[in-house]
């Protein structure tokens, strides 16, 4: 199984603050990788898929890079309502994996 | 608009059985590959497994956790996914989603998910 990790596990940061969460894989993955917004309570929600396609309708302070093993979500500017776990997946091959998460929160 | 709505959860004993729904509606279920996923309380997602469309035989793929204990079926007709859940352990304790799987390429990737259903699995 290809193993899914993430860093930081939580994060605190100011308002306006650019914020980055790494994803590391524990085998290359060329760059099948998905990024989840999940709120309190809340399902999940696709930001990003193929390591930088923007998923419709995200804005664009989101963006993805990566590929291979390594890889980035950045939030250019961090607003109260990014407030959220962030979950990188990877799809390429079988299990479907997840890394553990990393829980953002405004400082 | 995309909606996918769980139902069935609930309370039941370690080894009983049971049956999660998943109702679709705003797009063709028909075109989609449809997954599982799951959420312990407190924890990070796990994948279940995956149901493909018909001309794909509706072939299933499975987590090891879960592998000869769920199945993954689907009644396109009723634009419904179900997940049968046999053996149940308190382990498998969680929210369980629905998935839409979206296909851009060579990217399979999870676009549209519900609100959740949860089984609680204890004595």
């Known amino acids: 199984d290809i193993q899914m990790t993430q860093s930081p596990s939580s994060l605190s940061a100011s308002v306006g603050d650019r914020v980055t969460i790494t994803c590391r894989a524990s085998q290359g993955i060329n760059n099948y990788l998905t990024w989840f917004q999940q709120k309190p309570g809340k399902a999940p929600k696709s930001l990003i898929y193929?390591?930088?396609s923007l998923q419709s309708g995200v804005p664009s302070k989101f963006s993805g890079s990566g590929s291979g093993t390594d890889f980035t979500l950045t939030i250019s500017s961090l607003q109260p309502e990014d407030v959220a776990t962030y979950y990188c997946q990877q799809y390429g091959s079988y299990p479907l994996t997840f890394g553990g998460g990393t829980k953002v929160e405004i400082k | 608009e995309v909606h996918l709505v769980e139902s069935g959860g609930g309370l039941v004993q370690p080894g009983e059985s049971l049956i999660l729904s998943c109702a679709a509606s705003g797009f063709t279920f028909s075109d989609h590959y449809m997954d599982w996923v799951r959420q312990a309380p407190g924890k990070g997602l796990e994948w279940v497994g995956r149901v493909r469309k018909k001309a794909n035989s509706y072939t299933t793929e499975y987590a090891a956790s879960v592998k000869g204990r769920f199945i993954i079926s689907r009644d396109d007709s009723k634009s419904s996914l179900y997940l049968q859940m046999n053996s149940l352990k308190t382990e498998d304790t969680a929210v369980y989603y629905c998935a839409r799987t979206e296909v851009v390429g060579p990217h399979y990737y999870f676009d549209y998910w519900g609100q959740g259903t949860l089984l609680t699995v204890s004595s």
């Open positions: 193929g390591a930088s």
